[in-house]
C-alpha cells in the first residue's frame, strides 16, 4: 500500500480509501468482513458522510467492528457535513456544522474526527460563521483538521480567508469517464467541448495550495450513469485497452482503472465505494503499479478525449 502525507497534518494516509456510502446494503458480518479486509490491505482512512443513509452507515460502521480506542487509533477517520437529505438543501451554519458532529461522534462512537469536510458548497454560507464552527471544533478536541468535498478554488479562497485552520483536503468526482479537471487543459484554446473550462483549474489549484485531492466514483461514468468498467455498449474501445494493460500487469481492470488515478503526480486519493471485499483487494493491487506515461495517455484516449 502507498501511503501519502497529507500537507499541513500528521496524516499518514494510504493512498486508497475506503468509502462507507452503501453499508446499509450489508449485513454486519458482511461489513465486518469489508473493513477486516480494508484494513489488512493496508488501508488506515475510511470516509463517511452524515447523509449516507441518514446516519445509519456511520452507525453501522461502529457496531461491526465494535469501535474502541485500540481499534480506533489504526484508523483516519472522516465524515462531511452540509447536506440535509431529507430536505435537499444545503447548510453551513454554525448551529448546523456543530450539531452534524455531534451526531457523526456519537454515531461512529468515537471522541473526535482526523477530518470534516464541507459536503457541498453552500451558496448562502457565512464563512466568518463556518470559521467559528471550526475554531469551537477544533479547540473543543472535536476535529483535527478541515478540508471540503465539491468546492472550487474560489470557494475555497472565500472559506479560507476566514479561518486560520488550513483545508487540507478536497474531495472530487474523477474517474477514467469523469475528467474535466485535466481536459481543459489538454485541449487549451482549442474551440471544441474539451476545452472548457468547467472546474476552474481546481487540480493545479490545489497542487499549488497543498491540498489533497480525493477521487470519489472512481468507477463511474459521468453522474452516476453506471460503471464504466464492462459497459462494452458505451466503451468498447476503453474496456480493450484496460483490459489489455491488466494482463500485461496480471491484474484485474479494476487495478489498472484505480492505477490510472493514482499516476498522476498529484498523489490523488481514490475513495472505493464498494461493497465486494475482492473487488477492494483487486483496487488494492494498483498500489504496485506505475503506468507508463504512454498506457495514461492510450486510457486517457480510449475513453473518448482527444490529445491534440
Given at each position: 500500500?502507498?501511503?501519502?502525507?497529507?500537507?499541513?497534518?500528521?496524516?499518514?494516509?494510504?493512498?486508497?480509501?475506503?468509502?462507507?456510502?452503501?453499508?446499509?446494503?450489508?449485513?454486519?458480518?458482511?461489513?465486518e468482513q469489508l473493513i477486516r479486509t480494508a484494513l489488512d490491505e493496508g488501508i488506515n482512512f475510511f470516509d463517511h458522510a452524515d447523509i449516507y443513509g441518514q446516519g445509519r452507515c456511520?452507525?453501522?460502521?461502529?457496531?461491526?467492528?465494535?469501535?474502541?480506542?485500540?481499534?480506533?487509533?489504526?484508523?483516519?477517520?472522516?465524515?462531511?457535513?452540509?447536506?440535509?437529505?431529507?430536505?435537499?438543501?444545503?447548510?453551513?451554519?454554525?448551529?448546523?456544522?456543530?450539531?452534524?458532529?455531534?451526531?457523526?461522534?456519537?454515531?461512529?462512537?468515537?471522541?473526535?474526527?482526523?477530518?470534516?469536510?464541507?459536503?457541498?458548497?453552500?451558496?448562502?454560507?457565512?464563512?466568518?460563521?463556518?470559521?467559528?464552527?471550526?475554531?469551537?471544533?477544533?479547540?473543543?478536541?472535536?476535529?483535527?483538521?478541515?478540508?471540503?468535498?465539491?468546492?472550487?478554488?474560489?470557494?475555497?479562497?472565500?472559506?479560507?480567508?476566514?479561518?486560520?485552520?488550513?483545508?487540507?483536503?478536497?474531495?472530487?468526482?474523477?474517474?477514467?469517464?469523469?475528467?474535466?479537471?485535466?481536459?481543459?487543459?489538454?485541449?487549451?484554446?482549442?474551440?471544441?467541448?474539451?476545452?472548457?473550462?468547467?472546474?476552474?483549474?481546481?487540480?493545479?489549484?490545489?497542487?499549488?495550495?497543498?491540498?489533497?485531492?480525493?477521487?470519489?466514483?472512481?468507477?463511474?461514468?459521468?453522474?452516476?450513469?453506471?460503471?464504466?468498467?464492462?459497459?462494452?455498449?458505451?466503451?468498447?474501445?476503453?474496456?480493450?485497452?484496460?483490459?489489455?494493460?491488466?494482463?500485461?500487469?496480471?491484474?484485474?481492470?479494476?487495478?489498472?482503472?484505480?492505477?490510472?488515478?493514482?499516476?498522476?503526480?498529484?498523489?490523488?486519493?481514490?475513495?472505493?465505494?464498494?461493497?465486494?471485499?475482492?473487488?477492494?483487494?483487486?483496487?488494492?493491487?494498483?498500489?504496485?503499479?506505475?503506468?507508463?506515461?504512454?498506457?495514461?495517455?492510450?486510457?486517457?484516449?480510449?475513453?473518448?478525449?482527444?490529445?491534440?
Amino acid at each position: 500500500m502507498k501511503y501519502t502525507q497529507i500537507k499541513h497534518t500528521e496524516l499518514n494516509a494510504s493512498n486508497i480509501i475506503m468509502g462507507n456510502m452503501r453499508l446499509t446494503q450489508l449485513s454486519l458480518t458482511e461489513i465486518e468482513q469489508l473493513i477486516r479486509t480494508a484494513l489488512d490491505e493496508g488501508i488506515n482512512f475510511f470516509d463517511h458522510a452524515d447523509i449516507y443513509g441518514q446516519g445509519r452507515c456511520e452507525e453501522l460502521f461502529a457496531e461491526a467492528i465494535q469501535m474502541n480506542p485500540s481499534i480506533r487509533e489504526k484508523m483516519i477517520l472522516q465524515s462531511k457535513c452540509g447536506i440535509k437529505g431529507q430536505e435537499n438543501y444545503f447548510d453551513f451554519s454554525k448551529e448546523h456544522i456543530l450539531d452534524s458532529v455531534d451526531g457523526i461522534l456519537k454515531r461512529l462512537n468515537t471522541d473526535y474526527l482526523d477530518l470534516l469536510l464541507l459536503h457541498r458548497p453552500d451558496p448562502l454560507m457565512e464563512p466568518a460563521e463556518v470559521a467559528e464552527a471550526f475554531e469551537k471544533l477544533h479547540s473543543s478536541g472535536k476535529v483535527k483538521h478541515f478540508g471540503v468535498s465539491n468546492h472550487n478554488p474560489a470557494q475555497i479562497e472565500l472559506l479560507q480567508k476566514y479561518t486560520p485552520h488550513k483545508l487540507v483536503v478536497n474531495q472530487i468526482q474523477f474517474s477514467i469517464a469523469h475528467t474535466p479537471m485535466i481536459d481543459a487543459g489538454i485541449a487549451l484554446n482549442m474551440n471544441i467541448d474539451q476545452a472548457i473550462n468547467r472546474d476552474s483549474s481546481i487540480l493545479e489549484y490545489s497542487r499549488l495550495h497543498d491540498i489533497t485531492l480525493q477521487a470519489w466514483s472512481p468507477f463511474q461514468n459521468g453522474f452516476f450513469a453506471g460503471p464504466f468498467l464492462g459497459d462494452l455498449e458505451n466503451f468498447l474501445e476503453l474496456n480493450k485497452v484496460i483490459d489489455e494493460i491488466a494482463a500485461n500487469y496480471d491484474v484485474t481492470n479494476t487495478a489498472i482503472a484505480t492505477a490510472w488515478i493514482s499516476r498522476h503526480p498529484a498523489n490523488i486519493q481514490v475513495v472505493l465505494g464498494t461493497t465486494n471485499p475482492q473487488r477492494l483487494k483487486d483496487a488494492c493491487k494498483s498500489t504496485d503499479i506505475t503506468l507508463t506515461r504512454k498506457e495514461w495517455y492510450d486510457i486517457y484516449k480510449a475513453a473518448g478525449n482527444i490529445v491534440p
